[in-house]
Nanobody, 123 residues
Framework: QVQLVESGGGVVQAGGSLRLSCAAS????????MGWFRQAPGKEREFVSS????????NYADSVKGRFTVSRDTAENTVYLQMNSLKAEDTAVYYC????????????????WGQGTQVTVSS
């Protein structure tokens, strides 16, 4: 059984920064990929970023590349999403997810999901 809990969301001004955390509970995440997704009002959930648990290999959506950084602390079983230079269009509920296997960008590819945390970027 895997449990994921996101935190760190809030309201931030455009151009500002925010750091999201995903506390993960499992016996081990060896061989797993951790993913971040987001869903804005009226839009479909979309891929943001991913990182492999062991190797730390990262992937980013084009819309956030260069602004967001995903990382993980294996000792603390925590995944982070550092969001810089935030834009109004980054406003969404951000979800942490995980799957066993190689990185993918599809929603269906992920098995476990957190409850989401709201990020609001004001202009």
């Amino acid at each position: 059984q895997v449990q994921l809990v996101e935190s760190g969301g809030g309201v931030v001004q455009a151009g500002g920064s925010l750091r999201l955390s995903c506390a993960a509970s499992a016996r081990t995440f060896s061989g797993y990929t951790m993913g971040w997704f987001r869903q804005a009002p009226g839009k479909e959930r979309e891929f943001v970023s991913s990182i492999t648990w062991i190797g730390g290999m990262t992937n980013y959506a084009d819309s956030v590349k260069g602004r967001f950084t995903v990382s993980r602390d294996t000792a603390e079983n925590t995944v982070y999403l550092q969001m810089n230079s935030l834009k109004a269009e980054d406003t969404a509920v951000y979800y942490c997810a995980t799957r066993r296997g190689i990185p993918v960008r599809t929603i269906a590819g992920y098995t476990y999901w957190g409850q989401g945390t709201q990020v609001t970027v004001s202009s």
